[in-house]
């Protein structure tokens, strides 16, 4: 997952060129760590290799915050 966001963030600033609307019109409801890329955008490029780790951690904890959701996570990967 973290290459995923990796990839999703290289896609907002290069095949984007930084535009969000665009960006969140193809993305929003397509794709699960929209969310966390659209609150990482001002985190510099030399930082996005922690960043991206961390932030993938807390979605997947937080997804899977009882067993009974982390069951329902699992299934849906």
Known sequence: ??????????KYFQDFNEDRKAFAMKYSKTHELFGI?????????????????????????KQCKSLNDAKKYIEGL
Do not use: C, H
């Open 37 to 61: 890329v659209m609150k990482t955008l001002n985190t510099p490029f030399t930082e996005i290799e922690k960043v991206a780790e961390v932030t993938v951690k807390e979605y997947i904890l």
């Open 1 to 10: 997952m973290v290459v995923e966001f990796k990839e999703l963030r290289r």
